[in-house]
């Protein structure tokens, strides 16, 4: 299993600004998950962080609007850029971690940052 | 990369038991069947997973026919708790490319 802590689990930004989310799981993973979970709809992935390389985008998603770090096994932060009301969402960062007898692994999704842009 | 198609949303009254499908015709041969859990301001969770048949956990059953074009996720005696929204996902495992659906929004009615 994987235990996340995000912070800050919500926040208030006004519009132009940028907010960086920190994401920190309790155990070393090869890959850490960013999505984005807008209001009353489903999970989109944003990008793939891997430690060591430059993290993998979705299409729709730059890397000049949502940059990630990814400095260690353990810890990854993304930053949402130039904030407008649009990227009111919430945030969710997620890992993978193998389950005991199973061929595939399961996914562990910390309790995600709620951003309000005004 | 198979798509799911699912119930938008689903009511049930307290102690039902609650079948909810999902369909993904562009299954491939090495691609298991995952469903989550998303309650109000949580993450999602890991409920079960299945290739082919029946697989039972505490939690739930799910049900896959013989061409896996689709699955039902049963949850046994629902309860309030219950009320949450339910994603059915398709992968080989690598969670880089698995694609979250509409999900199922589950009320519970008491």
């Known amino acids: 299993s994987a235990v996340i802590s995000q912070k800050p689990s919500r926040d208030i930004c006004q519009r132009g600004t940028s907010l960086t989310i920190q994401c920190q799981v309790d155990s070393q993973v090869t890959m850490m998950f960013w999505y984005r979970q807008q209001p009353g709809q489903s999970l989109t992935l944003i990008a793939t962080a891997n430690q060591g390389s430059e993290a993998t985008y979705e299409s729709g998603f730059v890397i000049d609007k949502f940059p990630i770090s990814r400095p260690n096994l353990t810890f990854s932060t993304l930053t949402v850029s130039n904030m407008s009301p649009e990227d009111s969402s919430i945030y969710l960062c997620?890992?993978?971690?193998?389950?005991?007898?199973?061929?595939?692994?399961?996914?562990?999704f910390g309790e995600g940052s709620r951003l309000t842009v005004l | 990369l198979a798509k799911t198609t699912q119930p938008i949303s689903m009511d049930s009254y307290e102690g039902q038991e609650v079948n909810i499908t999902c369909s993904h015709n562009n299954i491939a041969t090495n691609d298991y069947i995952t469903w989550y859990q998303q309650f109000p301001s949580q993450g999602p969770r890991f409920i079960i997973q299945?290739?082919?048949t029946k697989v039972t956990n505490e939690v739930a059953s799910l049900f896959i026919p013989a061409d896996r074009k689709s699955s039902t996720l049963s949850l046994p005696r629902v309860s309030l708790s219950d009320t949450a929204v339910y994603y059915c996902?398709?992968?080989?495992?690598?969670?880089?490319?698995?694609?979250f659906g509409t999900g199922t929004k589950l009320q519970v009615i008491p």
């Open positions: 996902l398709v992968g080989s495992g690598g969670y880089q490319k698995v694609t």
């Open positions: 299945g290739y082919k």
């Open positions: 997620s890992v993978e971690a193998p389950r005991e007898g199973a061929v595939t692994g399961e996914l562990f």
